[in-house]
């Protein structure tokens, strides 16, 4: 950048007028002499040397100035230069922070519009997914509610057909259990225990309590007194556990039931479990102390047991409870002949044909007796009375040991071949 030349030249006139009062006073001023001031005269002319010098001086300066007007032009664009490339830099600076700050407050600005609009859209979605999911769930409800009020409905009426079939069939199933059972107590009380089982009353009674077995899976209910009658039933059919499970049941609905523990003291008795007979005679009898069956069957496990003294015991006192029983005076008859008291064993047993006249067991124990006391004769004839009455004793009699000592004795080998 250059200056004006106006204000070149001042400056070079400056500088010459500083420069030319030292050449005009070069020579050594004289004295000065204290005098009164006169008026000033008029400059002499210059010489034209002068001039010419003045001129050259002039011009020099003007050069030198012009110079020196370069070096401070030079120097000032410098230092404008610099000035202005730092103004460029704070410009540009000024310029670019803005932008800068506007860059990053509009990366901000983005940023958290699309954190807003994704926690927005998040939140949306959310919302929805709920809105959606609780509306979902309200139809599902309502549905299920719906399907549940008409299954309940439906199973209302399948519970109500079912009651009534039920009722059908309970009614049904206890007349039959009814039935089956009334004619169980029938043929039970048809039958003597000790005499042999007709064979078409054997398989009705089997009939009759597979009956009531089939009828216990249905909804018919069993009373203490239909458990006994089956368990009578199947004790004439020699089905002795079933019995057991009978009388068991029975005593599971009354525990005090004094026929339920006599007929599964008689069951577990022929079931050869005579310590449990032994102890269901004594519940009956703790029960009824006065029974004289409960004296009787403990008697009977007693004997079976070999112990005859005090099976004999036992049959005492049921022979005084009830004297006009058959087969209390059988049973004791046959312990006083197994402990060898033949005279007073042949008195029961008179007293017990006089009660039961055609009982087979009575004449076939008199028989042993005879045997016992070495009578074969009148052994084999009261051993014919009792094949006749019940032929099976003709079989049994065979392997039977209390008969061991006549089976080579004619008399017996003639009996054993009679036609039945």
Known sequence: MRTKPYIITACAVFLLSVEAVPAQTEPLAPPEIQSTPLPSPDPPPLLPTQEETIRQ??????????????????????????????????????????IGTGFVLWWLRQSVIDRLVKDVRTQFETETEQLVKRQLEQEVAAKFQQQIADFEQELSQLRSDFENRLHLLYQDAEQDKTKIVQELERLVAAVDPDEQLPPAIDRRLQELTDQLETLKTSSATFSTYDYLKEGEALYLSHRYPEAINAYKAALALDPDATDAWRGLAKALRRNGQYAKAIHANEELLRRQPHNAWGWFGKGYALADMQNYEAALESFDKATQLDPNCSHFWKRKGYALAKLQQYDEALECLDQ????????????????YCYVAQHQPEMAAEYLKEAIRRYPDFQEIVKTDADFDGIHLHPAFQHLLKLPL
Do not use: M
């Not at 017990?352 to 028989?367: D, H, V």
């Open 57 to 98: 001086l002039i011009e020099t300066e003007i050069n030198e100035g012009r110079e020196v007007g370069d070096r401070i032009d030079q120097e000032i664009d410098r230092s404008f230069n610099l000035t202005l490339n730092l103004l460029n830099v704070l410009i540009t600076l000024l310029i670019a922070i803005p």
């Open 352 to 367: 017990a044909l006089r009660l039961q006249p055609q009982s087979a067991a009575t004449y076939y124990i008199k028989a």
